[in-house]
């Protein structure tokens, strides 16, 4: 009798891997941006650099917020959920009219950015105990690669396309190809479905009695 297929495949952690990269980078994109956003939108320096605070912020507030749900909800519906909203706050972004329009839209960014935090737990669940060493190896190297290079990336798109409303835009597609990539993934994904009394980490609505 032969054992039973693993449900994590090479391939499928390969591109769960890439999700993640891509996933973080999208909350550092805007970091090279902010010189062509500030002449666009005619504000200095000083206030121009309140785009990557408030998108970390929004980040942060997705670690606390959404990532923990992960316990309670299905993961790939969660997954899909937040790669969804990121889609949505990418495209404000591309089609922002004005400076406020644009900050808003990057706390809605930084916020659905976190969808690498809910992948990672999700592939270790996925995996066998023997793959469980790689498979996290390699999100967490997929996770690296995202952030260091982003920068990168996005400062050389900004020099080809010369603004940062087209910049974003290609940023968009990317992430409409990974949400439609993920969805087609014909795999389980684990949900937990314990009390969230017994969570070690609880979203800040189950701490309530």
Not at 51 to 72: C, E, H, K, N, W
Not at 79 to 105: E, G, H, Q, R
Request: charged share 10%; net charge positive.
């Amino acid at each position: 009798m032969h054992p039973p297929s693993p449900a994590l495949t090479k391939g499928l952690t390969l591109i769960l891997a890439i999700c993640c990269g891509f996933s973080v980078a999208t909350i550092y994109y805007n970091q090279a941006m902010l010189p062509l956003i500030a002449n666009t939108f005619e504000v200095s320096t000083a206030h121009v650099g309140q785009i990557a605070m408030l998108t970390q912020l929004g980040y942060a507030s997705g670690l606390l917020l959404f990532v923990p749900l992960g316990d309670r909800i299905s993961r790939r519906t969660l997954i899909l959920a937040v790669l969804c909203l990121n889609f949505i706050s990418l495209l404000a972004s591309a089609a922002a009219p004005t400076y406020a329009w644009l900050l808003v839209a990057s706390v809605l960014l930084g916020l659905s950015g976190i969808s690498a935090q809910v992948i990672i737990p999700a592939a270790s669940d996925l995996s066998t105990v023997e793959q469980k060493g790689a498979v996290l190896g390699l999100m967490v190297s997929g996770l690296s690669a995202g952030g260091l290079l982003a920068r990168t990336v996005s400062g050389a798109g900004c020099a080809a396309v010369h603004g940062d409303s087209d910049a974003y835009a290609g940023v968009d597609f990317n992430q409409q190809a990974r949400v439609w990539r993920l969805a087609q993934i014909p795999v389980a994904w684990p949900g937990n479905t314990r009390p969230c009394a017994n969570q070690h980490s609880k979203a800040p609505w189950c701490l309530a009695p």
